[in-house]
């Protein structure tokens, strides 16, 4: 049985694939003092919904965005090391903490796993140093069963009905606030929810496109 997710309260949407979705949860501290609720989601389906390419299939962008995450963890103190191959298949650790119903220390731990120390999870023996790190010793089991897999879609077809297109994305105040990036706007909200209201938000947010897509 799965379980729709409470958007009555704050959310945080998650993939481990992400680089700046570590960098994020990194300043945990600075976050507005909420209990978001940590919520792992597929960016590959994401994507897919969407109609979204993968940022990586451009060499380019791929590049820069790999070059820019080093120089955020470097800005901001915080240790950074890619794992060997990137994007790696985030899956097994996604069904893991969605079966554990991981808290923010336990998808901090993973996080840090993937992103500090620079290991694949996606492997059979990174799996099971990511298991043995956390404390899951049984969680090859866990993230065969159909009740975690299908839990993960529906936390992913649940982000897509709020509109999440990518993480790390909050879900604050029933507004989507996406990227690392994002952390001062939040806070801004968090402290002054009116400005949403405010009659230029109002504006540019219904703005019509000037540019008509194929499709």
Avoid at 35 to 61: D, N
Avoid at 84 to 107: Q, S, Y
Wanted: some cysteine.
């Amino acid at each position: 049985m799965t379980y729709a997710i409470d958007t009555t309260q704050p959310i945080w949407f998650y993939d481990f694939v992400s680089p700046f979705t570590y960098l994020l949860l990194e300043q945990h501290e600075k976050w507005p003092d909420m209990p978001f609720a940590l919520t792992p989601v597929s960016l590959h389906e994401l994507y897919r919904h969407w109609g979204q390419q993968p940022p990586a299939t451009v060499r380019e962008k791929r590049t820069f965005i790999y070059r820019h995450a080093l120089f955020r963890a470097e800005q901001l103190g915080i240790p950074f090391r890619m794992p060997p191959a990137h994007p790696f298949d985030p899956t097994k650790a996604l069904l893991l903490a969605t079966a554990a119903k991981a808290d923010l220390v336990c998808v901090r731990e993973m996080f840090r796993f993937i992103w500090r120390d620079g290991r694949d999870p996606s492997t059979d023996e990174g799996f099971a140093a990511l298991c043995e790190r956390v404390g899951l010793p049984d969680g090859q089991a866990m993230i065969e069963l159909e009740e975690t897999k299908e839990q993960l879609r529906r936390n992913t077809s649940d982000a897509t009905t709020l509109g999440v297109f990518g993480v790390p994305t909050f879900w604050m105040n029933k507004q989507l606030f996406w990227g690392e990036d994002a952390l001062p706007m939040v806070l801004y909200c968090a402290r002054t929810p009116n400005w949403l209201d405010s009659k230029e938000v109002k504006r540019i947010s219904s703005l019509p496109s000037g540019f008509k897509y194929a499709g």
